[in-house]
Nanobody, 134 residues
Framework: QVQLVESGGGSVQAGGTLRLSCAAS????????MGWFRQAPGKEREGVAV????????HYADSVKGRFTISQDNAKNTVDLQMNSLKPEDTAMYYC???????????????????????????WGQGTQVTVSS
C-alpha cells in the first residue's frame, strides 16, 4: 500500500503562483510513475503532469506547458507541482497519484508512464483545492 498526502492548495488571483506537494509513504519503491491530475466540477479528471521517478522524465498537458513544473525529491519521497501564471481555468481539485508501470525495457516503462491515463495509477491522494480568481 502507498499513502499519498497532498498539500499546498489555496486561492490566488490570476497570474499568481502555488506549489503543490505530494508526500508518499508506505510501499513506495515499486511506484515508478507519479502524476498530478485535476478535476473541475462537472468535468472528467484530466492529467496535468507526470514524472517517471526512475529517471525524472516528464510530460505535461498542453494547457499547462511552460507554466507548471513537476519535480521529485527522492530523499523526501515527495513530488511537487510548481504552478506559475495561474489562470481561472486552472481552478480544480488537484490529485496526486502513484502507479507501477511495467515494461520489458526502460524505454517501454518511461514511454508508458509519460502516456499514462488515470487508469494506470493505483494510488491516489485525497486532493487539494486550487482556486484562481480573475
Amino acid at each position: 500500500q502507498v499513502q499519498l498526502v497532498e498539500s499546498g492548495g489555496g486561492s490566488v488571483q490570476a497570474g499568481g503562483t502555488l506549489r503543490l506537494s505530494c508526500a508518499a509513504s508506505g510501499y513506495t519503491y515499486s511506484s515508478n510513475c507519479m502524476g498530478w491530475f485535476r478535476q473541475a466540477p462537472g468535468k472528467e479528471r484530466e492529467g496535468v503532469a507526470v514524472i517517471y521517478t526512475g529517471g525524472s522524465s516528464t510530460h505535461y498537458a498542453d494547457s499547462v506547458k511552460g507554466r507548471f513544473t513537476i519535480s521529485q525529491d527522492n530523499a523526501k519521497n515527495t513530488v511537487d507541482l510548481q504552478m506559475n501564471s495561474l489562470k481561472p481555468e486552472d481552478t480544480a481539485m488537484y490529485y496526486c497519484a502513484a502507479g507501477e508501470i511495467r515494461g520489458i525495457t526502460l524505454f517501454a516503462r518511461v514511454s508508458r508512464c509519460l502516456a499514462s491515463s488515470p487508469l494506470d495509477f493505483g494510488y491516489w491522494g485525497q486532493g487539494t483545492q486550487v482556486t484562481v480568481s480573475s
